[in-house]
């Protein structure tokens, strides 16, 4: 797709449901034939500004819904970031905190159009289908634009060393994913399970007590996630900090980036997370992330920078499980002390596995 494309409308938009509205009904301005009037206070993405009141109008049950979806509020960063400081600080008129959620946390939040007809505004915008509406989002032009770096990029293969098998057999992110996962349940949502997230045993049955693989058999269910077993290398991201521009705007910057696979221990294991040994990515936060804009960080210590990860880079046969000696006593694929940097989150060490099993 070229730069000209992601901005070309199909002729035959018009004579779709939407195109049969007309232009200034969703994006505003003026039915003249001056170009420039016409364009007086048009609206580029229409949906972005609130939850869909737009859409709404007509897609009444997904507006329900959507206004607590943690694709439109990003609710999860905002409370993530507040842990590190104090509830309500990103709310609060006038806080630091409060500019840079704006500022920068925010901005990956999604709207009805970043998804079923353009782009993510955040990753660059643009028509994904000539204007035309899709009930079902193309993957590689929606859920990559956000999640690239990270679980859509190992999913098609862009990060890591291998595509995971669903992609290859032609599955995309809406065949496992539940429309609520998207817009939402009702409920406020601040984490990523608040919603009914798929699981491996939703196709594949109770692998503990059906299947013929003796390593099924051998393990308990609670001992560890599938991905321990079935996936490969991640992406783990360093060094994330907000500072302030040369204009005087915040930014955070890139950090390091680096591909690796970890298990480690469950730190809290929980109903639907019971496991003793997890797959494990590193996230980006650091005990001077908030220097830039001459904030400490008080919690730090208290939460992991090591978090846990279904990776979506799912294999059947992987270098971990092609023995049983691939993986007990395999100190390289478990989390040890030497693996965490200077200065990390005293909180992960309770996740270091002393014990190779």
């Not at 999860?76 to 946390?105: K, N, W, Y």
């Not at 193309?138 to 098998?165: K, L, N, Q, S, W």
Request: hydrophobic share 25%; with cysteine.
């Amino acid at each position: 797709m070229g730069g000209q494309d992601l901005f070309y409308v199909n002729p035959d938009f018009i004579d779709t449901v939407h195109g049969e509205l007309g232009c200034i009904t969703c994006h505003g301005g003026v039915n003249v034939s001056s170009k420039d009037e016409a364009h007086d206070g048009m609206e580029v993405y229409p949906s972005k500004a609130d939850a869909g009141s737009l859409c709404v109008l007509c897609h009444t049950e997904v507006g329900e819904t959507f206004d607590t979806a943690i694709h439109y509020t990003v609710l999860g960063m905002r409370v993530g970031l507040e842990e590190f400081g104090h509830p309500g600080a990103t709310t609060e008129e006038g806080h630091i905190l409060q500019e840079a959620f704006d500022s920068t946390c925010y901005k990956c939040h999604s709207s009805c159009g970043s998804c079923h007809v353009s782009r993510p505004y955040v990753y660059t915008g643009g028509l994904h289908s000539e204007h035309m509406f899709t009930e079902k989002p193309p993957m590689d032009e929606t859920c990559f634009g956000c999640h690239g770096a990270r679980t859509a990029g190992e999913y098609m293969g862009t990060i890591g060393y291998a595509r995971d098998v669903h992609y290859e057999a032609g599955m995309d992110c809406m065949d496992c994913h539940d429309v609520n996962n998207f817009h939402g349940t009702g409920r406020e949502e601040i984490r990523k399970w608040d919603v009914d997230l798929p699981s491996c045993m939703d196709c594949h049955g109770n692998v503990y007590e059906d299947s013929d693989i003796e390593a099924h058999k051998v393990h308990t269910e609670d001992l560890m996630n599938c991905q321990v077993c079935h996936s490969t290398s991640n992406n783990n991201c360093y060094d994330c900090h907000i500072q302030k521009d040369t204009d005087g705007s915040l930014i955070a910057p890139l950090g390091q980036s680096r591909v690796m696979f970890k298990v480690a221990l469950n730190p809290e294991p929980e109903g639907r997370h019971p496991y003793k040994y997890i797959t494990v990515r590193h996230v980006p936060s650091s005990s001077k992330m908030l220097e830039g804009i001459g904030l400490e960080v008080p919690n730090y210590d208290n939460i992991a920078s090591w978090k846990y990860s279904p990776t979506h880079n799912v294999q059947r046969s992987t270098v971990q499980n092609e023995s049983c000696d691939s993986c007990h006593g395999n100190e390289y694929i478990f989390l040890r002390e030497s693996d965490l940097e200077e200065g990390t989150s005293q909180a992960n060490y309770n996740m270091v596995v002393s014990d190779i099993p």
